[in-house]
């Protein structure tokens, strides 16, 4: 049965870290592209990051470029996004995707994910 079990969402400062997990059952990750993807009270649902399938590369929207960094676990079966130096603009359900399906420079691009988590809520306050 397909299953991802996200976790370590939760509430942090401003500058502060957080480690997002996704564990996968049912699938194996290095089949797929993976990424983060979130979703802001009133947003659109926005890219965060993604990992080609073709080769490996990894990619980031402006907004969180240098600050977090998405890596996967093949022996765990497991993908994580490291969040650094938090803003209250990154609060957001984040939810994790595996798919056939094109990961590139593009953030506008991304899509036709196939498989998704249940989102984990992260929020950024004083």
């Known amino acids: 049965q397909l299953q991802f079990v996200e976790s370590g969402g939760g509430l942090v400062q401003p500058g502060g870290s957080l480690r997002l997990s996704c564990a996968a059952s049912g699938i194996t990750l290095d089949d797929y592209s993976i990424g983060w993807f979130r979703q802001a009270p009133g947003k659109e649902h926005d890219g965060v990051s993604c990992?080609?399938?073709?080769?490996?590369?990894?990619y980031y929207a402006d907004s969180v470029k240098g600050r977090f960094t998405f890596s996967r676990d093949n022996a765990k079966n497991t993908m994580y996004l490291q969040m650094n130096s938090l803003i209250t603009e990154d609060t957001a359900v984040y939810y994790c995707a595996a798919g056939v399906t094109w990961c590139g420079s593009s953030v506008s691009l991304w899509g036709g994910y196939d498989y998704w988590g249940r989102g984990t809520q992260v929020t950024v306050s004083s």
């Open positions: 990992i080609s399938s073709s080769d490996g590369s990894t």
